[in-house]
């Protein structure tokens, strides 16, 4: 069965620290892997997506993801963590088009000064 | 290019009431889907649209709730006498064909008094 675990629910880190969340997958095809941000009361916004080639991706804000198939693990990091940061983390995978996304539970980011 | 427009942002019902969620796809996008996200939840996929075609409704709760995307106009999600559960943040998405990734709407936000 096609699953996403977040498996911290809240995480809390200082301003400037850095910052991993991690993602495990369960999926039986080729996974195409997203991470998604929100922030209270808004809508999801894509951080960065992972479809083939390079297990390192690049995203916007300054994230970055790596893609390990034998770990079945699409964690997101970020070596610097600013306050504008705090907000909920989600995690999705997908497969060919016009297949639903598998969402994550969320991570919960507080970033204190 | 406007994003996926969702209309109203914010909804207020009575229990047994009607509500009718709008979505409108971005430009030249012709699949729409339709996520709910309870409090402290992901997101769960609910059902999967293309112009005229219900492509899967597998997350669909059976009774009360339908889903339609008509040849002209915005996809519409309707619940049917609702209830306190029903009361949650309803997000569309839209994708072009052929594309994995699927972009989001503000969300609206149902509740139920």
């Known amino acids: 069965a096609q699953s996403v675990t977040q498996p911290d629910i809240h995480i809390t880190v200082s301003e400037g620290a850095s910052l991993e969340l991690r993602c495990n997958y369960s999926?039986?095809?080729?996974?195409?892997l997203f991470w998604y941000v929100q922030s209270p009361g808004q809508g999801l916004q894509l951080l960065l997506k992972y479809f083939s080639g390079d297990t390192l991706v690049q995203g916007i804000k300054g994230f970055e993801a790596e893609f390990k198939r034998s770990q079945s693990s699409f964690n997101l990091r970020k070596p610097s963590v600013h306050w504008s940061d705090a907000a909920e983390y989600f995690c999705a995978v997908g497969a060919i088009a016009g297949n639903q996304f598998y969402f994550g539970t969320g991570t919960s980011l507080t970033v204190i000064p | 290019n406007a994003g996926v427009m969702q209309n109203p942002r914010h909804l207020v019902r009575r229990r047994g009431q009607e509500a009718r969620l709008r979505c409108s796809p971005m430009k030249g996008h012709s699949h729409v889907y339709w996520y709910r996200q309870l409090p402290e939840e992901g997101l769960k996929f609910m059902v999967y649209?293309?112009?005229?075609?219900?492509?899967?409704e597998s997350g669909m709760p059976k009774e009360r709730f339908s889903a339609e995307f008509p040849k002209e106009g915005p996809s519409i999600l309707r619940i049917q006498q609702v209830v306190r559960g029903d009361s949650a943040a309803y997000f569309c998405a839209s994708s072009p064909p052929e594309d994995y990734e699927q972009y989001f709407g503000p969300g609206t936000r149902l509740t139920v008094t």
């Open positions: 649209l293309q112009k005229e075609n219900i492509i899967d």
């Open positions: 999926y039986g095809a080729t996974p195409y």
